[in-house]
């Protein structure tokens, strides 16, 4: 799985939204990017997920580069319950593949 | 609720013990994974079943560790002769095989080793 690289930490006012970038470089054309989060003392939870197009649900969007060695999710109105650390995972779209977290970034909604 | 269910949510062992914790996945999902978190990081992929078939492990995964899933429903993972740097979180996911690859993860086993 390709590397990614995200900031440490982030901090958003509530009700603002809030970009998290990720930088994913050595990507190959099979991975997808997925973004999971964890808030604090629970697991992680499923995000979105993309391939090179921008995806959007009901939780946020995902803006893919076109060159696709970066991407940003987007909380569109972030809230205190969005607090949480955020991960990008580059994976390949194989079913029961492992996801393979780094450090994530660590998002901060202020009131 | 994800759905996935894991006890206990806390276990607080002397050093040497032998512990074991389970996870219920979500009923139709044939995958089930684990991962181990510490403090600061993000989780570690230690092993993973399809059905009761454990098809990959990790590295992380040492000799003490041995983790089963007997009727391909729940799972078990044991840790004997435990160790300080054995302390983490323990987190339980799964998914189906068919449908999405979305993996939903239990809230954990938070492991004090003392």
């Known amino acids: 799985d390709a590397k990614t690289t995200q900031p440490t930490s982030m901090d958003c006012a509530e009700g603002r939204a809030a970009n998290l970038p990720c930088n994913h470089s050595?990507?190959?054309?099979?991975?997808?990017v997925y973004w999971y989060r964890q808030i604090h003392s629970q697991g992680p939870q499923y995000i979105i997920h993309?391939?090179?197009n921008n995806e959007t649900n009901e939780m946020a969007s995902l803006i893919i580069t076109e060159d696709r060695k970066s991407s940003t999710l987007i909380l569109p109105h972030a809230t205190l319950r969005d607090t949480a650390v955020y991960y990008c995972i580059v994976r390949l779209q194989t079913s029961g593949s492992r996801l393979t977290f780094g450090e994530g970034t660590q998002l901060t909604v202020n009131p | 609720d994800t759905g996935v269910s894991q006890n206990p949510r806390h276990k607080i062992t002397k050093r040497g013990q032998n512990v074991t914790f389970r996870c219920d996945p979500i009923s139709e999902h044939n995958r089930l994974y684990w991962y181990r978190q510490t403090l600061g990081q993000g989780p570690e992929f230690l092993t993973y079943f399809q059905n009761e078939a454990q098809l990959e492990k990790s590295r992380l995964l040492s000799d003490r560790f041995s983790a089963e899933r007997p009727k391909g429903s729940f799972s078990t993972l044991e840790i004997q002769r435990t160790e300080q740097g054995d302390s983490a979180m323990y987190l339980c996911?799964?998914?189906?095989?068919?449908?999405?690859?979305?993996?939903?993860f239990g809230p954990g086993t938070r492991l004090t080793v003392t």
């Open positions: 050595t990507i190959s054309g099979n991975e997808y």
């Open positions: 993309g391939l090179k």
């Open positions: 996911a799964s998914l189906r095989a068919s449908g999405s690859n979305e993996q939903y």
